[in-house]
Nanobody, 124 residues
């Protein structure tokens, strides 16, 4: 059982930056692909960014390409999401998720473990 805890959310003005962290425990971290998802009020949960077990491959939703960067530190069992040039439409609860199975497709139903989320609000 993998336990995930997100941190780093908050309120920021449009155009600003935030860095989210997700600390993992209870499993062998470098066996898991890691992803960030988000859910805005009244909307379905959607993929934001993903990273392979050793960080060689990264994946991004079109809406965040060039603005967000996912990375991981396997020595510290942590995955990060650097978010720059934030827009009001980025406002959502951001969730960290993990899975054992390799895939280049990122759907919420394909993830095995989830954190409880952290709220990001980008004000206009």
């Amino acid at each position: 059982q993998v336990h995930l805890v997100e941190s780093g959310g908050g309120l920021v003005q449009a155009g600003g930056s935030l860095r989210l962290s997700c600390a993992a425990s209870g499993g062998t971290f470098n066996n898991y692909q890691m992803g960030w998802f988000r859910q805005a009020p009244g909307k379905e949960r959607e993929f934001v960014a993903g990273i392979s077990t050793r960080g060689v491959s990264t994946f991004y939703a079109d809406s965040v390409k060039g603005r967000f960067t996912i990375s991981r530190d396997n020595a510290k069992n942590t995955v990060f999401l650097q978010m720059n040039s934030l827009k009001p439409e980025d406002t959502a609860v951001y969730y960290c998720a993990a899975r054992r199975t390799y895939s280049s497709s990122w759907y919420p139903s394909g993830m095995d473990y989830w954190g409880k989320g952290t709220l990001v609000t980008a004000s206009s």
